[in-house]
């Protein structure tokens, strides 16, 4: 039982902190998870506390890899809305 933080992240520093089993360690190109020390918050919270502190949709995710923000979660914005959205940065 462990979270995972993917490329996405942006090395705010925001869930380093909140981590009550010190499982977030700074790494390079971004944070990592300690997999052995993660205990996804059970018992001592409701949530995981990096979760419910990260401003990125999608960079942390759960054993079986669901996002805990999945997109739109944070921004309101519908994914095929925000790809439509990117294909046209894209295209300039």
Known sequence: MALKITAGCV???????LCPSAAIEPASPHFYIDPVACCECAGTYAEPQCASICPIEGAIVDACGGALNPPGSLTGIPPDLLEQARARIRAR
């Open 11 to 17: 090395n705010c520093w925001a869930c380093e902190p």
